[in-house]
């Protein structure tokens, strides 16, 4: 079983930056995926971001060049820097682990708005 806890979420003005945190605890091994998807109400959930282990990294289109996913082995930790925000990336983002199960933290909220 693996917990994962978001931080960081908040409001911030278009063009601003955000940079969530996801700690995973639990039955954690060596080889795994973390990311984070988003939802907006209404809305399906979608991919934001992906990395493995070894730090291989996967965007969506609408945030390449300005989300950055990062992760912390030895914490147990991902990260994604958010800069240049737009009012579409508002939305509850989640956190996401995969191993042998798929695990998803509660999310937080992200508004970009003047």
């Known amino acids: ?61 609408s945030v390449k060049g300005r989300f950055t996913i990062s992760r912390d082995n030895a914490k147990n930790t991902v990260y994604l820097q958010m800069n240049s925000l737009k009012p579409e990336d508002t939305a509850v983002y989640y956190c996401y682990y995969r191993q042998n199960n798929d695990y998803w933290g509660q999310g937080t909220q992200v508004t970009v708005s003047s």
Not at 11 to 38: D, E, H, K
């Open 1 to 61: 079983q693996v917990q994962l806890v978001e931080s960081g979420g908040g409001l911030v003005q278009p063009g601003g930056s955000l940079r969530l945190s996801c700690v995973a605890s639990g039955s954690i091994y060596g080889f795994n995926t973390m990311g984070w998807y988003r939802q907006a109400p209404g809305k399906q959930r979608e991919l934001v971001a992906t990395i493995s282990t070894f730090a291989s990294a996967n965007y969506a289109d």
